[in-house]
């Protein structure tokens, strides 16, 4: 069945006043008729890009804890991303995984919270490059996915493959390999509910770009993108019209 496209830009820890301004800005000149896009700043600068940027766009936190508000120093609540007006957040990127050391059972208890506020959910999953070469992509994405197998609503969450190894290197999965994993998790996600596998949407991360966009786009199973560092250039728009008409 027909997925609609939905391309995220990862802004990381990047940008000062000046240079939120200027993207938001560049953003407000694109076309997302037939994309969704989604950007997520960060969190000191999320109510100053949902102010100024232009619907269709949407606002995601990069993260949120897994509770609300009260004695969590350094955090941020779901119940503040949507009094700020943020529609969505980004849950268990391999950054948060790897340096914050947060586990499967955190994150299901994040995603649990995120939806219960109604924020709609990008949930990330992904394998190390030992962990490729042994073989074990698809165990580790179930891995990830299990514990929250229940709570993957196509309407409230999408799923974002992001192979740790390409992830900020340059170095990106081949077309096959991309299509390849995000079929297996799509099969996989059969054996838990079938109509909400062929329903959710799958998004492609990892050094996404607008020389690679194009093919990505082609893969029967990519439904868009989660970008980082390009979501910070012009290229951004590139990638948008890309997945847009592969899927039209």
């Known amino acids: ?29 694109m076309d997302c008729t037939d994309c969704e896009v989604v950007v997520a700043p960060v969190a000191v600068h999320l109510g100053s890009v949902v102010d100024n940027v ?3 766009i949407e606002v995601s936190g990069q993260n949120c804890n897994f509770k609300g508000n009260g ?63 042994a073989n074990k992509t698809l165990d580790v994405c179930k891995s990830q996915l299990e514990p929250v197998k229940d709570l993957l609503k196509p309407e409230t969450v999408v799923i974002a493959y992001e192979p740790v190894w390409a992830i900020g290197t340059g170095v990106t999965a081949t077309p096959e390999q991309a299509q390849e994993t995000h079929k297996q998790i799509r099969d996989y996600l059969a054996t838990v509910n079938a109509d909400m596998a062929s329903k959710i949407r799958i998004q492609y991360g990892g050094s996404a770009n607008a020389a690679n966009a194009p093919t990505l786009s082609a893969c029967p199973d990519i439904d868009g993108f989660l970008v980082g560092g390009a979501s910070l250039k012009p290229e951004f728009a590139d990638i948008i019209k890309a997945i847009a008409a592969a899927k039209k």
């Open 54 to 56: 232009k619907a269709p």
């Open 1 to 29: 069945m027909a997925r609609k496209p939905i391309v995220g830009g990862n802004w990381k820890c990047n940008l000062d006043k000046a240079g939120v301004s200027a993207l938001v800005t560049s953003l407000n000149g």
């Open 71 to 133: 004695a969590y120093t350094g955090e941020v609540s779901a119940d503040q991303l949507v009094d700020m007006g943020a529609k969505w957040v980004i849950l268990g990127h391999s950054e948060r995984r790897e340096y914050f050391k947060e586990d499967n059972e955190m994150l299901r208890q994040k995603l649990e919270y995120a939806l219960s506020k109604g924020l709609k959910v990008i949930f990330c999953i992904g394998e190390k490059l030992e962990e490729r070469n």
